[in-house]
């Protein structure tokens, strides 16, 4: 079966390449100082890894198609299909804040920016954010917590797009330019 991928992301894919370490040391709760027990090695695919269309569309799905959304990582995509505006996002923002243990166990939804213990790139992440917020979706799936949908989707990524270096980017850490 195909793995499809950004080519940004075939680094990680191909064994050449680990992820970059989680950074411990970003502003944010506990989590975030655990997160160097975290994986981060690279996997290899292999023959399956192919390269995801240039024209946007995805292999076997009709009427989805992927967008570019780096920050979290340097190949991470995100599908959206506009008949219903379908979105799902992966970690490009997420619906439950991950550097919070207290908000990790309840699942309280909270429109956020990505895990920022693994976000390597602030620009690029804040870019995605509304590049994904200009597309109005009805519904969005994130990488961590519940579906969202209605006001609490469309206030909340339009706040989070809006506000995203004042509420997302984390005061220090490794990966934030200061």
């Given at each position: 079966m195909p793995v499809y991928a950004h080519e940004k992301e075939f680094p990680y894919l191909t064994g050449e390449q680990n992820y970059p370490e989680a950074d411990f040391t970003v502003e944010g709760g506990l989590v975030a100082k655990l997160s160097s027990l975290f994986p981060n090695e690279a996997i290899t695919v292999g023959k399956p890894l192919k390269k995801l269309p240039d024209d946007g569309s995805i292999p076997g799905l009709a009427g989805w198609r992927w967008i570019h959304t780096p920050g979290h990582s340097p190949g991470h995509v995100s599908f959206f299909r506009e008949k219903d505006r379908a979105l799902i996002a992966g970690d490009a923002f997420i619906a439950v804040r991950q550097d919070s243990l207290f908000q990790v166990l309840t699942q309280l939804p909270e429109i956020s920016?990505?895990?920022?213990?693994?976000?390597?790139?602030?620009?690029?992440a804040r870019d995605s954010v509304r590049r994904l917020a200009d597309l109005q979706p009805s519904v969005a799936i994130t990488g961590h917590g519940p579906p969202l949908s209605g006001e609490t989707l469309s206030s909340g990524l339009q706040k989070l797009a809006a506000?995203?270096?004042?509420?997302?980017?984390?005061?220090?850490?490794?990966?934030?330019?200061?």
């Open positions: 920016g990505p895990p920022r213990y693994f976000t390597t790139d602030w620009v690029a506000d995203f270096d004042r509420v997302a980017v984390p005061d220090y850490g490794r990966y934030v330019e200061t």
